[in-house]
């Protein structure tokens, strides 16, 4: 039989594990709401994932964005962008030489970038600047991931020890009161 402090004990280690994996499973969110450019910031973002695109039309067409966002709670993100091409028999019809930076730190098209942990209630920018180089035009997607960033094991740890502390010294003093 389990006694009535053992019991909330388990309840409460079983609710703890299961916060984690709720914050954890929200990172692939289906949907991807569209973030809007120019002076506007877009947030503040939650967890899940978000698209951005440019289409230019015009060859030697200049593109120069900026897209600010900020974030609701402190949070881990990843960016990947890449340039739009698109070739028709040897012809490049669609595509961009395209740059792009997050504050000053370059951003590789194509990849998935880490941005590393990012600060709520901060406004963050990403910058590009390119030119178009397909006959009608060029352009660029991309999309910005976020994730909630998780609790360290250790505070996990700490928080059971405490908890089995708080209730050991609990049942020492109902013993003693009994006594």
């Not at 976020?146 to 740890?157: E, F, S």
Request: proline letters at 4%; glycine letters at 12%.
């Amino acid at each position: 039989m389990i006694s009535q402090i053992k019991r909330a004990a388990l309840v409460g280690s079983i609710s703890l594990i299961s916060a984690v994996g709720s914050a954890q499973a929200a990172y692939n969110a289906p949907t991807m709401p569209d973030l809007v450019s120019g002076g506007f910031v877009n947030g503040p973002l939650t967890t899940g994932q978000y698209e951005f695109d440019n289409e230019t039309v015009g060859i030697n067409s200049a593109i120069g964005d900026t897209w600010s966002f900020s974030l609701a709670s402190n949070s881990a993100v990843e960016l990947s962008v890449s340039p739009s091409e698109f070739n028709f028999m040897g012809a490049k019809i669609m595509g961009t030489n395209l740059n792009g930076s997050f504050g000053v730190t370059p951003i590789a098209m194509g990849e998935i970038v880490s941005l590393g942990v990012l600060l709520a209630n901060t406004v963050y920018s990403i910058n590009f600047n390119g030119v178009v180089t397909g006959s009608i035009g060029g352009g660029y997607d991309g999309a910005l991931k976020v994730a909630a960033v998780p609790v360290p094991a250790a505070v996990w740890l700490f928080g059971s020890a405490l908890l089995g502390l708080t209730l050991f010294s609990r049942r020492r003093n109902q013993l003693a009161n009994y006594a």
